[in-house]
């Protein structure tokens, strides 16, 4: 019985310890673990260089970009300068006749005063001509209703002999470039008078 129960433990005992081949951690096992390990190195070292290269090429781009916007802005700022000074040079050109006439009205020997307010006249009327080529219109008042958009009502005016906000008066001429308000006319406006009613001016400031 004794010799039995020996043999028995001694069997159980060396079935517990067997081990598979390469799991002693010791064998073939841990090698084909490093192995495995050595070979995702280079693969891992490859990926940082092409995001590097990546990273590089778009750097680049960016600052080219960088470069033609900031061409491209000083550009624009330039041609928009020669467009202002080509204009601004049409201008004054159209305006130069007209120094020219007020030149000769100061060289001229002395005359009447109505020869002087005629020469006056045609000077105004060739300033005038100029500055509509530019597109500078006046604003129309005399006979007008009032339009609070274009008029500036200086003094309101009862009368029996207009209609209400009728623009009475033309203080101080309005003009228009295009479409553009560059200062409104200062006019006076009538308020209709009833009857009976005695007559009064009122200004507003």
């Known amino acids: 019985m004794i010799t039995n129960k020996s043999e028995i433990h001694m ?13 002693d951690g010791t064998g073939e096992g841990q090698d084909a ?4 390990t050595a070979g995702e190195a280079p693969a891992a070292g490859g990926d940082l260089e092409r995001a590097n290269a990546e990273c590089n090429a778009l750097q680049n781009r960016l600052a080219r970009l960088q470069a033609e916007f900031e061409n491209s802005r000083k550009r624009a700022v330039r041609e928009q300068q020669e467009f202002k000074d080509f204009a601004l040079a049409e201008a004054l050109k159209s305006m130069l006749p007209i120094m020219d006439s007020l030149d000769r009205a100061l060289q001229a020997p002395a005359q009447t005063l109505e020869d002087f307010r005629s020469g006056i006249e045609l000077i ?11 597109g500078l ?12 958009r274009v008029h500036e009502a200086i003094e309101i005016v ?40 005695e007559p009064e001016a009122r200004s507003e400031d």
Do not use: C
Request: proline share 5%; net charge negative; charged share 35%.
């Open 33 to 36: 673990e490093q192995g495995i």
């Open 158 to 197: 009862e009368t029996a002999s207009a209609h209400d906000n009728q623009v009475l008066e033309e203080l101080q001429r309005g003009y228009k470039l295009r479409d553009r308000l560059l200062r409104p006319a200062m006019v006076r406006i009538a308020r209709k008078r009833e009857h009976g009613s």
């Open 137 to 148: 219109t006046q604003v129309p008042t005399r006979g007008e209703t009032f339009d609070p």
């Open 11 to 23: 069997e159980q005992l060396d079935v517990g310890h067997e081990l598979p081949a390469g799991q």
């Open 124 to 134: 105004r009327k060739q300033f005038e001509d100029a500055l509509a080529k530019l």
